[in-house]
């Protein structure tokens, strides 16, 4: 089953038009997230501070538009937990390290609307990926892979929103609260910061800080960076990450979507030592194939890891591939 599943996303990675990722082709259709009206605006022969602001107005939007497909398509769980309807990951991901050799897991990460209760609470589920594009805060103990989230305020912006939190445990409930503020930094820079705060009984209280930022390259490519501190009452310093990278969306090719994702990170700890855990370059290869609702990625990685700051620094190569299945969108 695993080498299977890696051989069915190698040959689906590799029927990609590499010379597509350099490249912005025409697009006939109106982009995603934009309406015709949008391009009649931009056309129109307006003169002074009318031209300025609708200008202002189209790049804002197609960067906001480019900035939730990517959040969409990759699987964000950040995004997927602030959407207003259900939507549940089903993934198998088999994960080959050349020193730490080869696992296959089964995941399910979303969230399910509750009825009757003003669509203001959802059971979440987190899965074993992270919240981000790239290997960040799997192992954040503020978090829970199954929960409750309760909506305790959101602005008619948008631009601020507050969620209670419950983990499910078997070591019982963690309590918590999760704040978050997006908005737009200049019309092509999209801005994101969650704070996100909760208790343990048994480990006490956790607390995460996540900072994302999208600039927009073209109507198909953005570069995100994505940063990311961990912290707790009873752990062991800081945990932190930083990444970096250029996505890129292919066109669609008989109605189903690609795209890539080259990036390049690091992540460390503060305590008891200050040390880099790991230098990280990798290439994500995700497709939509065969039926909508599928998906097939491939993600080799290139790191350089170490386990303590007194401990020699060794490279490895690894790949994951992943097979998901999109419900309830």
């Known amino acids: 089953m695993p080498w299977r599943l890696i051989s069915i996303c190698l040959t689906l990675s590799f029927a ?20 015709q009206a949008d391009h009649e605006v931009i056309d129109a022969p307006v003169r002074g501070s009318a031209w300025v602001d609708s200008s202002h107005r189209f790049a804002t939007d197609r960067t906001l538009a480019l900035t939730r497909w990517v959040d969409g398509f990759f699987g964000d769980s950040e995004g997927d937990s602030e959407i207003a309807d259900s939507r549940l990951r089903l993934k198998v991901t088999t994960d080959w390290d050349e020193r730490r050799g080869v696992e296959t ?26 919240d981000e594009l790239v290997e960040g805060d799997q192992d954040d103990p503020s978090q829970s892979q199954v929960g409750l989230q309760v909506r305790i305020d ?32 200049t019309p092509k820079t999209s801005l994101r910061v969650s704070q996100r705060a909760q208790y343990d009984f048994d480990d006490g209280a956790f607390g995460a800080t996540k900072l994302d930022l ?26 932190w990450s930083s990444n970096t ?70 490279s490895a190569w690894a790949v994951e591939a992943r097979i998901e299945f999109l419900l309830f969108d």
Not at 23 to 34: F, I, K, N, T
Not at 154 to 174: C, E, I, M, N
Not at 214 to 239: C, F, H, M, P, W
Not at 289 to 310: M, V
């Open 16 to 35: 990609f038009p590499l010379g597509a990722l350099a490249l912005d082709e025409p697009v006939d259709a109106v982009p995603s997230g934009e309406t």
């Open 105 to 130: 897991r089964l995941s399910i990460g979303g969230k399910i609307n509750l009825p009757r209760l003003e669509d203001r609470v959802d059971l979440v589920f987190r899965g074993d990926d992270p």
């Open 154 to 185: 959101q602005s008619d912006t948008g631009k601020h929103r507050t969620d209670f939190t419950v983990g499910l445990s078997s070591a019982g409930p963690k309590p918590g609260v999760k704040y978050l503020y997006q908005t737009m930094w």
């Open 214 to 239: 999208d600039y927009a390259l073209s109507e198909r490519s953005l570069i995100r960076t994505q940063n990311r501190v961990l912290y707790g009452e009873d752990s062991e310093g800081t945990k």
């Open 245 to 314: 990278g250029v996505v890129r969306q292919w066109a669609v090719a008989n109605g189903f979507e690609r795209a890539a994702y080259l990036y390049a990170g690091v992540k460390g700890l503060s305590e008891p030592d200050d040390y880099i855990e790991n230098y990280q370059v990798g290439l994500r290869l995700r497709a939509q194939g065969i039926r909508e609702f599928l998906f097939f990625e491939l993600e080799p990685t290139f790191n350089r890891r170490t386990e303590g700051p007194s401990s020699p620094r060794l």
